[in-house]
């Protein structure tokens, strides 16, 4: 890795070559912190879960999948799915539960974890769980975020898999200010992934579109997705379809609000990971989320679909590989 490159007096970027997407020979994940070393044991705080009391290598070292999304419904359907896909007993387990914050189900090699709302607590999450991965010793893990977004232009339904990354002012990084500094991180997806993802989309999926695109990822659901029904707005109706026609030619499919921080922290610690959303409102007609809860629910079954599709056919070429 380089260092730091000073792009004003307080803006860092951090460059790094490409062995930052490369895990270690055995396929396990590189951690780049020296001072974990130091740890006697490592508590894992808003999981619950701790390197002393938890055998991580025994209870997780076969987890190939980590899959996480907004809500518990969801992401305990997810795990009862892929039981039934992978021929599993689902035993029902919150592995997080003590926590009160997260909840994580594991399925054979499938782990299905809660990343709650928005960029911090999503990267909480990312933290403690990269780490557990870590410690558990799992091998070639990928890192999939099924989710839910506002489209733009494209059909209620549809299903997007991100292939770029940006924030609300249409840069690719994840910012975050570290001792009074900007850092600044590339949000870069996964090649490689995006095109399984793609190639199985077309050939299997015919019951929804699925398409690819850039995602924007804002730090609100209200004013910095231009709605403009929040508790307050200083928006004018034809600045909001402005700004969002603007999107729109930027090839901006879907706005959420987890997506820069999700591929730049898997970027950054040479996980390969893939962001998968339904849009649940085409924002170019209006901002309310009002289809019925069941019809809501049932849309966001979709992107399950093409991550259930993704981890079987993984699964089966690490099975003809003795991986
Ligand atoms: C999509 O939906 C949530 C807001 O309703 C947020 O977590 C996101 O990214
Ligand atoms: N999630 C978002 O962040 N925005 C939407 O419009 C819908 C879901």
Same mark, same amino acid.
């Given at each position: 890795?380089?260092?730091? %490159?000073? %792009?004003?007096?307080?803006?860092?970027?951090?460059?790094?070559?490409?062995?930052?997407?490369?895990?270690?020979?055995?396929?396990?994940?590189?951690?780049?912190? *020296?001072?974990?070393? &130091?740890?006697? /044991?490592?508590?894992?705080?808003?999981?619950?879960?701790?390197?002393?009391?938890?055998?991580? #290598?025994?209870?997780?070292?076969? !987890?190939?999948?980590?899959?996480?999304?907004?809500?518990?419904?969801?992401?305990? %359907?997810?795990?009862?799915?892929?039981? $039934?896909?992978?021929?599993?007993?689902?035993?029902?387990?919150?592995?997080?539960?003590?926590?009160?914050?997260? /909840?994580?189900? $594991?399925?054979? *090699?499938?782990?299905? +974890?809660?990343?709650?709302?928005?960029?911090?607590?999503?990267?909480? =999450?990312?933290?403690?769980?990269?780490? =557990?991965?870590?410690?558990? $010793?799992?091998?070639?893990?990928?890192?999939?975020?099924?989710?839910? /977004?506002?489209?733009?232009?494209?059909?209620?339904?549809?299903?997007?898999?991100?292939?770029?990354?940006?924030?609300?002012?249409?840069?690719?990084?994840?910012?975050?200010?570290?001792? &009074?500094?900007? !850092?600044?991180? *590339?949000?870069?997806?996964?090649?490689?992934?995006?095109?399984? =993802?793609? /190639?199985?989309?077309?050939?299997?999926?015919?019951?929804?579109?699925?398409?690819?695109?850039?995602?924007?990822?804002?730090?609100?659901?209200?004013?910095?997705? @231009?709605?403009?029904?929040?508790?307050?707005?200083?928006?004018?109706?034809?600045?909001?379809?402005?700004?969002?026609?603007?999107?729109?030619?930027?090839?901006?499919?879907?706005?959420?609000?987890?997506?820069?921080?999700?591929?730049?922290?898997?970027?950054?610690?040479?996980?390969?990971?893939?962001?998968?959303? !339904?849009?649940?409102?085409?924002?170019?007609?209006?901002?309310? +989320?009002?289809?019925?809860?069941?019809?809501?629910?049932?849309?966001?079954?979709? #992107?399950?679909?093409?991550? @259930?599709?993704?981890?079987?056919?993984?699964?089966?070429?690490?099975?003809?590989?003795?991986?």
């Amino acid at each position: 890795m380089s260092l730091p %490159q000073k %792009q004003s007096s307080e803006t860092y970027e951090v460059t790094y070559d490409e062995s930052r997407q490369e895990l270690s020979k055995n396929g396990e994940v590189i951690i780049r912190n *020296p001072h974990l070393n &130091g740890l006697s /044991s490592d508590v894992l705080y808003h999981l619950a879960i701790s390197t002393d009391t938890h055998d991580l #290598p025994a209870l997780f070292g076969d !987890v190939k999948f980590v899959c996480v999304g907004g809500t518990l419904k969801r992401m305990k %359907q997810f795990a009862e799915y892929m039981a $039934k896909e992978l021929d599993i007993q689902f035993d029902g387990k919150d592995w997080t539960a003590a926590s009160f914050r997260y /909840s994580m189900f $594991k399925v054979g *090699p499938v782990l299905s +974890v809660t990343h709650g709302m928005g960029i911090s607590s999503l990267s909480i =999450l990312m933290h403690e769980i990269i780490k =557990l991965v870590y410690y558990a $010793k799992c091998k070639n893990v990928v890192f999939l975020r099924i989710g839910t /977004s506002g489209g733009i232009g494209v059909e209620p339904g549809t299903v997007v898999i991100t292939d770029k990354a940006v924030d609300g002012l249409l840069r690719p990084y994840y910012e975050l200010y570290i001792l &009074g500094k900007v !850092v600044r991180r *590339p949000s870069i997806c996964n090649k490689e992934l995006v095109e399984e =993802l793609k /190639s199985i989309a077309a050939q299997e999926i015919k019951d929804f579109p699925t398409i690819s695109g850039t995602t924007m990822c804002t730090l609100d659901f209200y004013e910095s997705q @231009a709605r403009l029904d929040g508790a307050f707005c200083d928006l004018t109706a034809q600045q909001k379809i402005d700004f969002l026609n603007k999107l729109k030619d930027a090839n901006v499919v879907n706005i959420e609000m987890e997506a820069i921080t999700f591929a730049s922290m898997c970027h950054y610690t040479g996980i390969q990971g893939a962001i998968i959303c !339904v849009t649940l409102v085409n924002r170019l007609l209006g901002d309310q +989320v009002s289809a019925n809860k069941d019809y809501l629910y049932q849309l966001q079954t979709r #992107p399950q679909i093409l991550a @259930a599709k993704l981890i079987k056919k993984r699964l089966a070429l690490y099975k003809s590989q003795n991986i």
